[in-house]
């Protein structure tokens, strides 16, 4: 045990570090995004009565949820383009994986929370004279999203941690960085730990966020 | 859109892939195994009355669950050689980092199993004069597996799928050698395809037993 930490390599390139989590928060921000869009369409079309309208969303949870994020990565970035016969820059690779990751898991979320809207919230909206469509996005909608937010928080979460595994495909993130700075100053043990902290504050604050608005959230419903 | 698949090329490769991939499966076994057991340790003391047991607990399960896996693998793998002095095998490595990674999970898992079960009928059956072994054989782990087991069978599919990442520090588990493969033939997207249904045969079994222990055995739909 005669290792020396060394604090410089640690305090020298945290900054670096934190500099490179905006790369992160660009991918994960545009794949939320995105995934956000696929799950809301997916999530109300698994609630759909058509059994056809349901196996499709199904189907895709099920394959998205069942293989490693990292074999679908590689997935996407090898084998799609040779399938396809076009190149795809690592970046847009990385956050098309993410997207269809996180969409599988957003639709599931976005399923179980107009799932949970009790059925009479729609036959009282329709005894009000409302149409379909306005009952679901007036009634339904808005209660649902609600109920939605604290599992739409741990999923932006794992979001984050999983855009660690897009530096193998060489996208320029935290952790890409770091095994980057590693080469370089040969300091496995400080530059990891470094990557860690950065991943802990900004998890750490965004988990913090989530359990905020659920206490909020909390306390509106139970004021209404 | 001129693509030929050429999905027999991974015939030549069946064999070393699937012992791969026989591999794949021990070491996820392993790190369930290894999981669960820390898990139900840190998860009891985290139930605990000392306020410092349940700081330490605590510390422990947000360290892990809000770093990424990968960080911390690479950390484990590439930093405490240096640190120690010792050399660790690339498996060992994987398998370390993943059983303290997933304990954190499992023990907020077993947590969540034995506070949802109330105290009062914990009292109760002591006061009919159950002993604790029965009291926790009778009352307290038949109403605990129930809330337990949905998200004990996830963590356990999110465990297997994990050792995936155990290529990137290099073992030869069926990632890594589909990606060495890959690496001779070109093949990638007949490769990586029959990788990803490798998987996925074995994630959408565990979810199919999962569901049938839940319905059939623990009747969990029935309260």
Redesign the interface.
Known sequence: ???TFEWGVFATYLPVLFKAALVTAETVAASMILATIVGVVLGVLQTSRSALARTIPTAYV??W????????V??TY???P????ITLPSLVAGILSLTLWAGAYLTEIFRGGIASIPITQKYAGYALGMTPRRVFTRIILPQAFRRILPPYVSQL?VT??????L??INVDEI?KR??NI?VVTFR???V??A??LV??VI??AL?QLGRYAEKKLRANVLAS | MGYVFHFGMIGPYLKVLLSAGLFTLELGAICIIAATILGLIIGALHTARNATIRTVCRSYVETFRLTPFLVQMLWVYFGFPMVLGIMITPAIAGVVTLSLNGAAYASEIFRAGIQSVPRTQIFASLSLGMTIPQTMGRIVIPQGVRIVLPSYVNLIIEILKDTSMFSIIGVSEITGLTKLIVSETFRAFELYTFLAVFYLCFTLCLGRIGRLLETRVFHADKI
């Open positions: 045990m005669s290792y099920e394959v949820r069942g293989v490693p994020f990292l074999v679908q590689l997935w090898f084998g799609l040779l399938f396809l016969g979460v984050v941690k999983m855009s660690s595994i530096s193998v952790t770091a095994d590693v496995p043990f400080e990891y730990m990557a860690a991943y802990f998890l750490f988990a």
